[in-house]
């Protein structure tokens, strides 16, 4: 082994965002290219604003958002999910689902991102649905957002 290099600057580890967002028991779009309502919270700082499936990031950085949907064995679902920041489709978020009733409905999807001032952003989904499950404690649909920088 060699010698022990310089130390590197010190101080403050800079507080970054995060965010955890879940719906159970019913996931419901109630319109064509609607977008997501993803009603309760977990754990989230506070510049991260939730409201309504519109999440609102008011702190300039690099983001890493993750989606998961976990739809009951009985649902049938044909949709595809794009992530729109500040009302616009980003590229390679596309996620198409055609689910039959009967099989199991894993699906995920994640995005990174820059943001340079308040941005917004949604899941929206090319057909409306209402999707229940047959245990009202089920996780239908988490979202995590983290801030990497």
């Given amino acids: 082994m060699g010698a022990t290099g310089p130390t590197g600057p010190t101080g403050a580890v800079p507080d970054l ?20 309502p993803i009603e309760e919270e977990g754990p989230h700082t506070a510049g991260i604003i939730a409201d309504y499936g519109i999440f609102h990031l008011l702190r300039p950085g690099l983001y890493l958002i993750s989606f998961k949907l976990n739809l009951p064995r009985s649902a049938a679902l044909s949709t595809r999910f794009t992530l729109q920041k500040n009302g616009i489709s980003l590229p390679g978020t596309f996620l198409r689902i055609e689910k039959s009733a009967g099989e199991p409905g894993f699906y995920a999807a994640q995005a990174l991102f820059r943001i340079d001032a308040l941005t917004s952003f949604r899941l929206s989904s090319s057909s409306a649905f209402s999707i229940s499950s047959a245990d009202p404690d089920d996780t239908l649909a988490t979202l995590i957002i983290r801030q990497l920088e």
């Fill in 17 to 36: 965002e995060y965010g955890f967002f879940y719906q159970s028991g019913t996931i419901k779009v109630s319109g064509l290219f609607g977008g997501l």
